[in-house]
Nanobody
Framework: QVQEVESGGGLVQAGGSLRLSCTAS????????LGWFRQAPGKEREGVSC????????YYAAAVKGRFTISRDNAKKTLNLQMNSLKPEDTAIYYC?????????????????WGQGTQVTVSS
């Protein structure tokens, strides 16, 4: 049983910032990348960012590059996403999950247990 708890979402004006956090409880053992994903209303889920197991290498979708920063704390099993210069198009439900940084949309083929995510709403 895996429980990934996302938090930090909310309502913010365009240009503002939010910091999302994810605490992964009871994830399977092993070293693997983690990622943030999002799904906007009427859209498919997309990869936002990916970070290697050690935290030394990060990847970002073109839409968020330069604005978002991903980080992780393996000791605490915590994943974070600092979101700056938010735009209305960033509005979505954000999810954390194991990821594959060299895969399309950072999906990890071995993982498909999505949580409820945290809602991010950016007003114009």
């Amino acid at each position: 049983q895996v429980q990934e708890v996302e938090s930090g979402g909310g309502l913010v004006q365009a240009g503002g910032s939010l910091r999302l956090s994810c605490t992964a409880s009871r994830l399977p053992s092993g070293n693997y990348p983690l990622g943030w994903f999002r799904q906007a209303p009427g859209k498919e889920r997309e990869g936002v960012s990916c970070i290697s197991w050690s935290g030394g290498t990060t990847y970002y979708a073109a839409a968020v590059k330069g604005r978002f920063t991903i980080s992780r704390d393996n000791a605490k099993k915590t994943l974070n996403l600092q979101m700056n210069s938010l735009k209305p198009e960033d509005t979505a439900i954000y999810y954390c999950a194991p990821a594959s940084c060299d895969s399309t949309n950072y999906y990890a083929g071995w993982w498909n247990s999505w949580g409820q995510g945290t809602q991010v709403t950016v007003s114009s």
